[in-house]
């Protein structure tokens, strides 16, 4: 909590990969957000304010959509 303009977007998005730190760092349950990338997306969940996806997207489209967020490719799997 905070008000406007105090960081907190910016925070999750460093925090979520969506945007690199200017300076500092940042670890998720141990991994460093730059480095470890792909670890510190698997021990982070966000959920977004609003969805903005189609409404017509099948569920299996929706999860191909969002696996591709952590590197999954069609013919690879999670785990």
């Known amino acids: 909590m905070g ?3 105090a960081g907190k977007s ?3 998005n460093i925090m979520a990969g969506l ?3 200017s300076q500092g760092s940042v670890q998720i349950m141990g991994y ?3 480095r470890q990338w792909r670890q510190a997306r698997h021990a982070l969940g966000v959920v977004p304010q609003e969805l903005v996806y189609d ?3 099948t569920v299996s ?3 191909r959509l ?3 967020y952590f590197g999954y490719g ?3 799997s999670p785990g």
């Open 3 to 5: 008000p406007n303009g």
């Open 10 to 12: 910016t925070l999750i």
């Open 19 to 21: 945007v690199r730190a």
């Open 32 to 34: 460093d957000v730059q």
């Open 55 to 57: 409404p017509f997207f």
């Open 61 to 63: 489209e929706l999860l």
């Open 66 to 68: 969002q696996s591709g």
């Open 74 to 76: 069609k013919k690879t």
